[in-house]
């Protein structure tokens, strides 16, 4: 049986992914579904650098805008939800393009992984959250270590929910979820792919945050968050572990003030693009466009990916698409 086709364009954060997936979409009659954990939540435009309806110049989106601050969003809803909008577009005759820069996500899409849950165990999880407000995320994560140090390495220990999630799968089954996972990712995909990640020079991509976190704040992103905190949205919800959102609500909660919060939320947003390349690196046939070598021309880089799909993705230009 013939796979069917699927079109991955990921990067680090600030590299460019969102202008470079409208051109690709439009070559090769894509619709976009975003792999973004922030993107998904309504009202929280400004923090995600979530993609403004003018700017989608009538390619469309999914995944965007659908949930609210307080809903819990994670890998396996992510892979239910993205199967969905997969398979009506599909329906449509169009071709799924994966846009976003959670690899985690992407992973899990991409190879089918089985997230089946075991019989879950809310005291334990309280157990381990509690022991985390007590002690702090970096004695939580050192549990970790001593059980699985694979996981341990990959899942940095601010991430306290995934921290927990691989703690609570240890209990449960006796088994590392590291060994799980390794399994899993080995795994053939049920797809015809082209990974692409997007990538620039470090220091220009480090700029590009740094001026991002600057018109993220001119455009109101402290007023988006003081409106999510007066409708009773707090840090403890997953949505405003984001960045740039739990940092200004430190701020508003006198924890820090307004310079140091705006310093931490460029340095960590710097910490997680090295994070994500890092991560973008152990995958499997991925395919890397490097902005520099295409001269920060748009059309070269869409070109360059074009390229690598010839003879598998039709497609004939800007306006004129061919069905697959």
Known sequence: MKKRPLIILTGPTAAGKTKASIGLAKAVGGEIISADSMQVYKEMDIGSAKIKPEE?????????????????????????MAKEAMEKIYSDGHIP?????TGFYIQALLYDIDFTEHERSDGYRKELLDFAEKNGAKALHERLQAVDFKAAEKIHFHNVKRVVRALEFYQQSGEPISEHNEREQNKESPYQFFY?????????????INRRVDKMLAEGLLEEVMALKNKGYTKELVSMQGLGYKELLDYLDGACTFEEAVYKIKRDTRHFAKRQLTWFKRERDVIWIDKKACDYDENKILNTMLTYMEGVICYRDYSEVRNF
């Open 56 to 80: 989608m110049e009538g390619v469309p989106h999914h995944l965007i805008d659908v949930l609210e601050p307080d809903e819990e969003f994670h890998v396996v809803r992510f892979q239910q």
């Open 97 to 101: 393009i994966v846009v976003g820069g």
């Open 196 to 208: 692409f990640v997007l990538n620039d020079d470090r220091e220009r991509l480090y700029e590009r």
